[in-house]
C-alpha cells in the first residue's frame, strides 16, 4: 500500500510540475524576447532531447538491454512513419510486429 501512495504522490508532483511549467509559460511567454537565433537553438535542444530519450528507451529496459524484437518494432515504426501512414496504423503495426517477435522467440 505504501508503494501506491508514494506512486500517486509521485504523479501528483510531477502534474503539479508540469502545469507550473506550462503557465510560466503562457505568462512569461509574452514578456520575453528572443532572438530568432536563441528561438532556433531552443527548438533543436527539444527535438535533441526527445530524440535521446526515445533512443534510449528504444535500446534499454532499466539498466539491460530491451532486445531486438524492441529495436526491430521501433524501426518498423520509424519506417512507417516516413511512409507517412497514420499514426495510429505505425502505432498498431510496431506492437503486432514486436509481439510476433517475441511470439517467435527474438527477444
Keep these: 500500500m505504501g508503494n501506491m501512495t508514494l506512486f500517486i504522490v509521485g504523479i501528483a508532483i510531477l502534474s503539479l510540475g508540469t502545469y507550473l511549467m506550462r503557465l510560466g509559460g503562457a505568462k512569461l ?3 520575453l524576447a528572443f532572438s530568432e537565433r536563441s528561438q532556433a537553438l531552443l527548438s ?3 527535438t535533441v532531447l526527445l530524440f535521446s ?8 529496459e532499466g539498466e539491460h538491454f530491451a532486445g531486438m524484437a524492441r529495436v526491430l518494432g521501433v524501426g518498423f515504426a520509424v519506417f512507417l ?3 507517412k501512414l497514420p ?3 505505425v502505432i498498431v503495426a510496431a506492437a503486432v510486429v514486436t509481439a510476433l517477435l517475441r511470439i517467435a522467440g527474438i527477444n
Design 29 to 31: 511567454g509574452s514578456r
Design 44 to 46: 533543436d535542444a527539444a
Design 53 to 60: 530519450v526515445a533512443l534510449a528507451t528504444t535500446f534499454y
Design 81 to 83: 512513419a516516413w511512409r
Design 87 to 89: 499514426l495510429i496504423v
